[in-house]
């Protein structure tokens, strides 16, 4: 082979491999500065109820059924997102994005009505003191990061004598 026709191999191997090398490139940068996805897409009402259910009848799962909530925001299909609405048979003031097991789907081996709320305090409670060694402050903080009624609705529209969200959680954890 004499040197010309190896220049132009060499050539051409190294075009190749910078041609890889540029797809591979192409490929990282699309991938890594793709758009962020938007959140996940809600769960349908039904699904929601089924899994309210399935935590109510599971005895492990009662913290769950506690601070689980649908994961959309325009729960009553109105196109208007972030209302303010009344949810389950107790006609609980809630905002749409934060439709929690508890005001939706009652639970009777838990309690009923604000009963049932007050139980879900004390539960979630319980296991953070527990697991914060009995530390009010800490345990109180977990609480709210947990149940807390949505930034996106305003909470002064709801009458007072039907503030759920006020009247059992405000107050936070205390020790029994």
């Known amino acids: 082979m004499n040197m010309k026709s190896q220049l132009t191999l060499e050539t051409i191997i190294m075009l190749v491999v910078l041609l890889v090398l540029a797809g591979v490139m192409i490929t990282l940068i699309l991938t890594t ?22 935590y109510c009848n599971d005895p492990e799962k009662t913290a769950e059924y506690c601070r689980t909530y649908w994961n959309g925001n325009d729960w009553n299909g109105n196109k208007a997102p972030n209302e303010i609405i009344k949810v389950g048979e ?51 903080q977990r609480l709210l990061q947990d149940i ?29």
């Open 33 to 54: 500065l793709k758009p962020p996805t938007s959140q996940e897409k809600a769960i349908s009402k039904k699904e929601f109820e089924s899994l309210c259910e399935n």
């Open 148 to 176: 807390s009624f949505s930034l996106k609705c305003s909470i002064s529209s709801v009458p007072s004598e039907e503030n759920w969200y006020d009247k059992v959680f405000k107050e936070g954890c205390k020790k029994q």
């Open 90 to 140: 107790y006609n609980w003031y809630t905002c749409e994005d934060r439709v929690y097991c508890f005001l939706y789907k009652p639970c009777d081996r838990i309690g009923t009505g604000l009963a049932l709320i007050k139980r879900c305090k004390e539960i979630l409670c319980g296991i953070y003191l527990d697991k914060y060694d009995g530390d009010e402050r800490i345990a109180t």
